[in-house]
């Protein structure tokens, strides 16, 4: 079975929400959309998905329900929701930036603004994509704290008791913070990346078991919903333009 990288890439962001129950998905961009309508359709069917304005909808974009701002508030506040963002930086300790690169006073380079990263990050379990992996991006301290990670959640008491940053997709591998400081922690290889690659490509020094197993391999179902129904244009491959992969 021919798998290439970016469907290993939409298999990782769809176990993201393996387990979540009846919550509001909020991914953002392709490939984590992609993640969780195919979590939709196979093994999450309770899950939650919205168009990002007032319906909620099926995974083919077709309406299912009414979410106005108020009640989708709720679902917010309520933790009944999970996101997975970008990163245009990230740290060991899951610290986020998408607002600017350099000073913030006089930044080299703008980008979104902080938007809700802050406030999202202490009330919903919270991952990130990010589709090339480099050391631009995973930066030992990030240049301004949009999402909050776990070092900067410990000293805030009560207010980040929602808190919790759960995954790091890239094009390279799966990352969490299952280390006893909270840092970040290699969990899985795509098939044919090597750990000195993601080394290479990492600023700062990540935790590596022993053992690093390989991002799980998809169905044939779970292929052919990617292939045909999905994502048939094969967006995809422009996000993760890697070659095929056995």
């Given amino acids: 079975m021919n798998v290439s990288r970016a469907e290993y890439c939409v298999i990782a962001c769809a176990d993201i929400w393996r387990g979540a129950g009846e919550v509001l998905a909020s991914p953002m961009g392709l490939i984590p959309s992609l993640g969780a309508r195919l979590a939709r359709l196979t093994f999450a069917p309770d899950l939650l998905l919205t168009d990002g304005e007032a319906l909620l909808v099926r995974p083919d974009g077709t309406p299912e329900g009414w979410l106005p701002y108020r009640q989708h508030l709720e679902l917010v506040a309520g933790g009944r929701r999970r996101l997975m963002m970008g990163a245009s930086q990230i740290d060991r300790y899951g610290n986020q930036n998408i607002s600017c690169i350099g000073d913030w006073a006089r930044p080299d380079r ?54 919790r940053v759960v995954r790091v997709v890239s094009d390279l591998g799966v ?22 690659e993601v080394r290479r490509a990492t600023c700062f020094a990540l935790t590596v078991p022993e053992e690093v197993p390989c991002t799980r391999e998809p169905e044939a179902g779970e292929l052919r919903l990617i292939r045909e129904v999905l994502d048939p244009g094969g967006a995809r491959s422009r996000e993760v333009p890697e070659g095929v992969r056995s």
Avoid: I
């Fill in 110 to 163: 703008q980008l979104l603004g902080v938007r809700g990263a802050p406030l999202n990050t202490l009330n919903n379990p919270t991952s990130y994509w990010v589709p090339k992996h480099s050391r631009r991006v995973f930066v030992e301290r990030v240049d301004l704290v949009c999402g909050v990670g776990y070092d900067r959640a410990a000293g805030l008491g009560v207010s980040a008791r929602f808190h």
């Fill in 175 to 196: 990352f969490d913070f299952a280390t006893p400081d909270r840092s970040m922690r290699l969990a899985a290889l795509h098939p044919g990346v090597s750990v000195e």
